[in-house]
T-cell receptor
């Protein structure tokens, strides 16, 4: 069975540019969450989408946006990239049925902003 | 105060050692608790959920103390393959975001031969 897939795996962008990261959840999972992990830190929550609606937003600027499509895949968009946006971006999918539902993570997209 | 705080590391132990990791969380209304494992340059993976009654999975034992807002993980008879970063994770719940996981900084364990 396919797990959570993210694309691209690595990306280098220049300050001020825009980036779109993509995530396909496990088949049957309706919830997708995005996390940012900078080196030496734990992942930090950015967004959660469930049934195509935003259900939660972390403490990130408006440059960060996301959406979920009818097939439950998701995109994370970041505008006006800053050097500090360099990080591993993780997507997690879950059935979304409850608080103890296990979240399965993709391998992440490693974004470098130069 | 950080939402989830873990012991500073790293931990470097010999094979066969018992090691304990501790974690505290600030939101007393938090709903669910986990330990995740993250190998170098890989994604986090669920190691185990944590319950007030305590739970054990082989060499791993997790404990939750809601009154003290404290979570622990005990690893017995450490193996080389246990070398990884261990992340304490809390789901505060509420607000409709049932998958908003709050991670600690992580603690790195190195098990040496």
């Amino acid at each position: 069975d396919a797990g959570v897939t993210q694309s691209p795996t690595h990306l280098i962008k220049t300050r001020g540019q825009h980036v779109t990261l993509r995530c396909s959840p496990i088949s049957g999972h309706k919830s997708v969450s995005w996390y940012q992990q900078v080196l030496g830190q734990g992942p930090q929550f950015i967004f959660q989408y469930y049934e195509k609606e935003e259900r939660g937003r972390g403490n990130f600027p408006d440059r960060f946006s996301a959406r979920q499509f009818p097939n439950y895949s998701s995109e994370l968009n970041v505008n006006a990239l800053l050097l500090g946006d360099s990080a591993l971006y993780l997507c997690a999918s879950s059935l979304g049925g409850g608080l103890e539902t296990e979240a399965f993570f993709g391998q992440g997209t490693r974004l470098t902003v130069v | 105060r950080k939402e989830v705080e873990q012991d500073p590391g790293p931990f470097n132990v010999p094979e066969g050692a018992t090691v304990a990791f501790n974690c505290t969380y600030s939101n007393s209304a938090s709903q669910s608790f986990f330990w995740y494992r993250q190998d170098c340059r890989k994604e986090p993976k669920l190691l185990m959920s944590v319950y007030s009654s305590g739970n054990e999975d082989g060499r791993f034992t997790a404990q939750l103390n809601r009154a003290s807002q404290y979570i622990s993980l005990l690893i017995r008879d450490s193996k080389l393959s246990d070398s990884a970063t261990y992340l304490c994770v809390v789901n505060p719940g509420g607000g409709g975001a049932n998958s908003k996981l709050t991670f600690g900084k992580g603690i790195t364990l190195s098990v040496r031969p």
